[in-house]
């Protein structure tokens, strides 16, 4: 075992690996042996797949923002199916949906327009958050139509920008991650999600149009800094819905990734794939839904990576 900094590092045979997975042995040693799970080492025979886990003495609670003011380039997926990779290494997961769309409501299959106390009321009313549990394992506070008209009714307000920093508070002791799904806009609702979290995850389409829109976003995530919440750190890019087969998508990867290398680490793509529409048809992340899909494998290195870095820790870390 690896540990540092309250991570630890577990060595899983493939055996253990598989059970968590929901897959066949067979399958997950055949990946390792394709090199496809990062970091995964041959001893005696015997496959051992490296997995970051919270140690018992960590507690302090850690809120992501999914931001990017794009619609449609995969928050609300990202959100969902990370908090299930979380969760499923045992932390304590809540996702905040902070859109009223409402897409990451209705992705874990409850009906906004039926839901009488949401996001709204902790933000304006200050009645605590309504939490909804072990939705695919992970708690949910949800929202609905209403939160539209909550940026109007901020205008005047005190501390509004804290609004949902200070409704967090409540629940710090009981979670691990909170993961906040921002609506597709830099509006104040997005600054309030920045200014609630530690880390922002940018997820960016492999489009032309996602290379231009990343210097505005970038601005707001400057101006949240240094105004409001001097912590807050880019977590990583994470690029969605990738057409490896295309050139146009490995251009803007290629050109994406040069332009925000230096802003935070660009990750693996997650590839474009109809079954994460099948899945949110069924209110299940994709591991749920298709547990050998190789986008799955992609996200649990996602979830690695990221782990890594809300706990101070990145791959290859010194052994205690
Ligand atoms: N990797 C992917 N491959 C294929 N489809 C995807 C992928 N990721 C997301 N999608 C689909 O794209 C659509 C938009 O995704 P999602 O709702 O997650 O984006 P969003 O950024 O949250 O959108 P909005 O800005 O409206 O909140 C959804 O139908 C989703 O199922
Ligand atoms: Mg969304």
Redesign the pocket.
């Known amino acids: 075992m690896w540990q540092s900094g309250g991570m630890r590092r577990l060595w899983l045979t493939t055996e253990e690996y598989a059970s968590r997975r929901g897959v066949s042995d067979a399958y997950v040693r055949r990946l390792a042996g394709a090199g496809q799970i990062p970091g995964a080492e041959k001893r005696g025979g015997q496959w051992l797949i490296p997995v970051l886990e919270p140690g018992p003495e960590e507690t302090a609670m850690r809120t992501i923002a999914?931001f990017?003011q794009?619609?449609?380039?995969?928050?609300?997926?990202?959100?969902?199916n990370l908090g299930y990779h979380f969760a499923s290494r045992g932390l304590k997961v809540l996702l905040v949906d902070l859109?009223p769309?409402a897409?990451?409501t209705a992705?874990l299959g409850l009906v906004p327009a039926d839901l009488e106390v949401t996001v709204y009321d902790a933000l304006l009313r200050r009645g605590g958050l309504p939490i909804h549990r072990n939705l695919a394992g992970m708690d949910l506070v949800p929202s609905n139509i209403l939160l539209a008209g909550a940026e109007q009714e901020l205008v005047s307000a005190l501390n509004r920008e804290g609004r949902l920093r200070k409704a967090l508070d409540e629940v710090r002791a009981a979670y691990d991650v909170a993961l906040v799904?921002?609506?597709?806009s830099l509006g104040l609702l997005a600054i309030l999600g920045l200014a609630a979290s530690d880390f922002v995850l940018v997820?960016v389409q492999t489009h032309f149009k996602a290379y231009l829109g990343t210097d505005q976003l970038l601005r707001t995530v400057d101006g949240v800094r240094q105004e409001l919440n001097p912590n807050l750190k880019v977590v990583g890019f994470v690029p969605?819905?990738?057409a490896k087969g295309t050139q146009h998508d490995r251009d803007v990867l290629e050109a994406l990734t040069a332009q925000l290398a230096e802003r935070g680490p660009v990750l693996t793509p997650?590839?474009?794939?109809?079954?994460?529409?099948k899945?949110?048809v069924e209110a299940k992340p994709l591991a749920l839904f298709n547990p050998r899909h190789p986008?799955v494998q992609v996200l649990e290195e996602t979830a690695e990576h990221i782990m890594g870095a809300l706990y101070g820790q990145s791959r290859g870390e010194v052994r205690s």
């Open positions: 999914v990017n794009a619609g449609g380039v995969g928050k609300t997926t990202l959100a969902l859109d769309q897409t990451l992705f799904d921002c609506p597709p997820p969605m819905q990738y997650v590839p474009q794939a109809a079954d994460f529409k899945a949110t986008a």
